[in-house]
């Protein structure tokens, strides 16, 4: 049979209309297929009592002979039933690598549905090696991949002992693949219903200030969360770049270590562990960025050092890419009735606050913001101070002013501080001052703005 050459690489997946997990899945198969060398392959997913077809390529074949196969088969569930002679759900439900080697001599499975492809197709369907995609942690059942027809030179040849070997370190990568979008894709959907929930509340709560004569809070409410939303976006691309970068040099090692056959057992499984451990790390971040974000109903007595350390968490990777070091003097036991995400916001802008404080002065020195929490006579105080040389007099009269700022207008829009001091007057009966203050720390004097929150305990 001429081999068709109306194909490409990654098969033109705007045709297919499909979403963008069937993305990774095709370019899972396309990568598969590589390292084994075959002419073509198909996915399939778990989904509750059934396998379900996913994704579908060949090389062989053109664009529309595998649009009307995508067609076809789109839809296609196959009962997970013993009774069933389906060789993906023996494969699944069995736990182990098939390979079959020239289909058409074998009795143990019929493969009426290859033989009708390649009869309406002119297609030859000559070996093929089937193997679950199973998590090796968590052991669960995600799904099934099938490769089709192994070439070496051209020619259509059998699976070895040594191709096994190979599918089922990389059926455990793919595994740890899907896994993670799965995950990732419903913590994403959780974060979008729950923002479209949070933005409907903002509305009605924007809503209400009007009607209350207090318009022009409720915007400047608003705008302050939409800025703090883009500087949270540039800190969870901070964090999460060095974990995919982690995920991606490994995962590229594993791969040239199965090609060449280096591969060793405990090296693998240590480098899949790592993987597992970075992506938890990045569902962490995502939790963290949705936390942020809930809108709390009501208020609710909360532990005021873990608030300040979920505070620094968030912009963490900020502060470390800046060289800027925390340093703690907390008291762990006290606590506080009110809104736990309203007092985050605050600190963040003091701390963005500091940071800018730091690329604004230059100050050619040791980068250093001092956290301390105490409590006395009734009164807890927050105090955040750092060492960037402190603020000019004249704008520590209007630093809290709304729209003041000293930097570039692309730069800041001067709501942040103007907001901390209206939350924690408003939402806290509280109050906060901040002025410049001199200090020695580890033998050397440096001066720096220092920020006091004072909040009366309940």
């Not at 197709?121 to 059942?141: C, D, G, R």
């Not at 903002?202 to 939409?226: D, F, R």
């Not at 999460?240 to 090692?253: D, E, K, N, T, V």
């Not at 040239?256 to 693998?268: A, D, H, P, R, S």
Request: charged share 30%; with cysteine; proline share 1%.
């Amino acid at each position: 049979m001429k081999k068709n050459t109306k194909h490409c690489d990654i098969y033109d997946l705007k045709l297919f209309k499909i979403n963008g997990f069937d993305v990774l899945l095709h370019k899972i198969l396309k990568q598969t297929r590589e390292i084994l060398n075959t002419e073509a392959g198909s996915i399939y997913t778990i989904n509750e009592d059934s396998l379900d077809f996913k994704v579908f390529q060949n090389d062989s074949m053109s664009y529309e002979q595998i649009y009307l196969q995508y067609l076809d088969l789109k839809g296609l569930k196959l009962p997970l039933d013993k009774s069933n002679k389906y060789i993906a759900v023996d494969c699944l439900l069995k736990e182990k690598i098939i390979v079959v080697n020239d289909i058409y001599n074998t009795k143990k499975y019929e493969f009426l549905g290859v033989k009708e492809y390649d009869k309406n197709n002119n297609y030859e369907t000559y070996s093929l090696i089937t193997a679950p995609i199973i998590h090796p942690i968590e052991n669960k059942k995600l799904g099934v991949i099938q490769l089709i027809n192994k070439l070496k030179n051209r020619k259509k040849v059998d699976f070895k002992e040594k191709d096994k070997d190979t599918l089922s370190i990389v059926s455990s990568l793919i595994a740890l693949t899907i896994s993670q979008a799965e995950n990732d894709s419903l913590k994403l959907k959780e974060l979008n219903d729950e923002l479209k929930i949070a933005n409907e509340k903002l509305t009605k709560k924007v809503e209400y200030e009007i009607g209350e004569n207090e318009k022009k809070s409720a915007i400047i409410y608003h705008q302050s969360k939409l800025a703090s939303m883009g500087e949270m976006i540039g800190n969870i691309a901070h964090q999460w770049r060095q974990p995919l970068s982690g995920i991606s040099a490994l995962a590229s090692g594993l791969s040239c270590n199965i090609e060449l056959g280096n591969y060793v057992k405990n090296e693998t499984i240590d480098g899949l562990n790592k993987i597992v451990d970075n992506t938890r790390y990045l569902s962490d971040t995502i939790d963290d960025f949705r936390d942020f974000y809930r809108i709390d109903k009501s208020a609710k007595e909360f532990n005021i050092a873990n608030n300040i350390h979920q505070s620094v968490s968030i912009t963490n990777a900020s502060l470390y890419d800046n060289n800027i070091e925390v340093k703690y003097d907390l008291d762990e036991s006290l606590s506080y009735y009110g809104f736990a995400n309203e007092l985050k916001q605050a600190l963040l802008n003091i701390l963005q606050n500091s940071k800018d404080a730091f690329y604004i002065n230059d100050e050619d020195t040791k980068k250093i913001i001092f956290i301390s929490l105490e409590k006395s006579n009734n009164t807890i105080y927050i105090k955040i101070k750092d060492n960037a040389g402190g603020i000019e007099e004249k704008v520590l009269k209007k630093i809290f002013r709304k729209n003041f700022t000293t930097k570039d207008e692309h730069k800041g829009t001067g709501i942040g501080l103007y907001m901390t001091k209206a939350i924690i007057e408003k939402n806290f009966k509280g109050n906060i001052r901040v002025e410049n203050s001199e200090f020695e720390y580890e033998n050397r004097q440096y001066k720096g703005a220092l920020f006091t929150i004072e909040l009366y305990a309940k």
